[in-house]
C-alpha cells in the first residue's frame, strides 16, 4: 500500500510559480510511474504530467508544456510539479497518483491517490 501526500499549493498572481510536492510512504521501493493530475470543481480530474518510475520518460499535457515540469527523487520518495507562467485556468485541486507500473508509456491506470492540494492563481 502507498500513500501519497501532496503539498506546495497556494494563492499566486498571474505569472506567478509554485513547486508542488508529493510525498510516498508505504510501499516505497515499488517502481512507481507518478502523475499529476488537476480538477476544477464540476469537471473532470485531468492528467497534467507523467513521469517514469526512472525519471527518463515524461510527458505534459498541451496546455502546460513549457511551463510545468514534473520531476522525481526516489532517495526521497518524492514527485515535484514546478509550475511557472502560472494562468488564471491553472487554478485546481492537483492531486498526485502512482501506478504499479514502472513504465510512463503507455500511460498507466493508477493505484494510489493523494487527497490534493489547492492552486489558485489570481489574475
Known amino acids: 500500500q502507498v500513500q501519497l501526500v501532496e503539498s506546495g499549493g497556494g494563492l499566486v498572481q498571474a505569472g506567478g510559480s509554485l513547486r508542488l510536492s508529493c510525498a510516498a510512504s508505504?510501499?516505497?521501493?515499488?517502481?512507481?510511474?507518478m502523475g499529476w493530475f488537476r480538477q476544477v470543481s464540476g469537471k473532470e480530474r485531468d492528467l497534467v504530467a507523467i513521469?517514469?518510475?526512472?525519471?527518463?520518460?515524461?510527458d505534459y499535457t498541451d496546455s502546460v508544456k513549457g511551463r510545468f515540469t514534473i520531476s522525481r527523487d526516489n532517495a526521497k520518495n518524492t514527485v515535484y510539479l514546478q509550475v511557472n507562467s502560472l494562468k488564471p485556468e491553472d487554478t485546481a485541486v492537483y492531486y498526485c497518483?502512482?501506478?504499479?507500473?514502472?513504465?510512463?508509456?503507455?500511460?498507466?491506470?493508477?493505484?494510489?491517490w493523494g487527497q490534493g492540494t489547492q492552486v489558485t492563481v489570481s489574475s
Open positions: 497518483a502512482a501506478s504499479n507500473s514502472p513504465l510512463a508509456f503507455p500511460p498507466p491506470s493508477y493505484d494510489y
Open positions: 508505504g510501499r516505497t521501493f515499488s517502481k512507481n510511474t
Open positions: 513521469i517514469s518510475w526512472s525519471g527518463g520518460s515524461a
